[in-house]
């Protein structure tokens, strides 16, 4: 809307001439009260740009707050501890899932070897150098200490027949040896097994150590006929693999490694009967009868 001016004229009076006078004609405007009052800005009022930008961030700072907020409530609280209201009715759980094991020992079978011995020391040095008379010529020897002597044993059989055809064989070549009874001491092997897991699974654990025997003594037969590895040998040898795997992955470092070596050399034995290899396989069942007693023993390797 315009402003509207309106003027008045009044006659020329003595002594105007000399004041000063807007086109020869003194104006004198008069304002509308009204306008005045509707438009008194000397001022224009500044927009608030900066105020604005203030709130648009401490909005925005507020929404992020509410949002991670919320977030990290729904990951602590448990829905089932917010009532309709929307209310925490329960203190916050932790997150710490705690596995509920169960303590498990499985008996590990009593096995009983013949040894045939071809010598008995006090110093292992003495008993060191006749085993390698049997090593340079290529036969399977192990010196075992026991009860403070060292022992030279170059054979093993699972019963004193067996054992027998082993002594027979040295002495044959002039050889002195005789045969000796030993038995591979029973034992227990405690672990924790997680509560999921199954029957099946257990069975195998408590297994272990039939099949290791099992498989001993056939190995020990095999060892002196110098046959090849049956189909019942293979299929020990498999289902002992998987039984292993089971128990070692239960055992600690400290005993996962003294069981292993030991069984590494049924293992070998096994190899070794499959290619008809007596001379190893009297080797690999000599190591195993020293490593096992070793790992029952509670022995690290």
Request: hydrophobic share 35%.
């Given at each position: 809307m315009k402003h509207q001016i309106s003027y008045s004229i009044r006659p020329k009076e003595p002594g105007d001439e000399?004041?000063?006078?807007?086109?020869?004609?003194?104006?004198?405007?008069?304002?509308?009260?009204?306008d005045f009052k509707r438009y008194p800005g000397k001022e224009t009022p500044r927009k608030p740009k900066d105020l604005l930008k203030k709130l648009a961030v401490i909005g925005g700072g507020v929404t992020v707050g509410l949002i991670f907020g919320y977030a990290l409530l729904q990951t602590f609280i448990n829905p089932g501890d917010i009532n309709k209201a929307g209310q925490?009715?329960?203190?916050?759980?932790?997150?710490?899932?705690s596995t509920n094991d169960k303590e498990m020992s499985?008996?590990?079978?009593?096995i009983n070897v013949f040894l045939v011995q071809a010598g008995v020391f006090t110093a292992q040095e003495s008993a060191n150098r006749k085993a390698t008379e049997f090593k340079n010529k290529q036969q399977p020897v192990e010196v075992i200490q026991e009860d403070g002597k060292y022992i030279v044993y170059v054979g093993i059989a699972s019963s004193?027949?067996?054992?027998?055809?082993?002594?027979?064989?040295?002495?044959?070549?002039?050889i002195p040896?005789?045969?000796k009874d030993k038995k591979i001491?029973?034992?227990?092997l405690g672990f924790k097994v997680p509560s999921t897991t199954s029957q099946e699974t257990i069975s195998q654990l408590k297994a272990m150590s039939a099949t290791e025997r099992e498989l001993f003594q056939l190995l020990a037969v095999n060892a002196n006929t110098s046959g090849q590895a049956n189909d019942k040998v293979t299929q020990l040898h498999e289902t002992l693999l998987k039984q292993e795997s089971?128990?070692?992955?239960l055992l600690p470092d400290t005993r996962k490694s003294p069981l292993e070596n030991s069984l590494n050399e049924l293992k070998g034995a096994v190899n070794a009967a499959k290619k008809s290899q007596w001379l190893q396989l009297q080797g690999n069942l000599l190591r195993f009868y020293t490593k096992e007693k070793d790992f029952r023993s509670g022995k690290v390797s």
């Open positions: 000399k004041k000063n006078h807007i086109n020869e004609e003194n104006v004198i405007p008069s304002f509308n009260l009204d925490v009715t329960q203190p916050i759980k932790s997150t710490v899932v499985i008996s590990l079978n009593e004193r027949d067996e054992a027998l055809s082993i002594a027979q064989f040295y002495r044959s070549k002039n040896v005789m045969i001491p029973t034992g227990s089971i128990v070692s992955g």
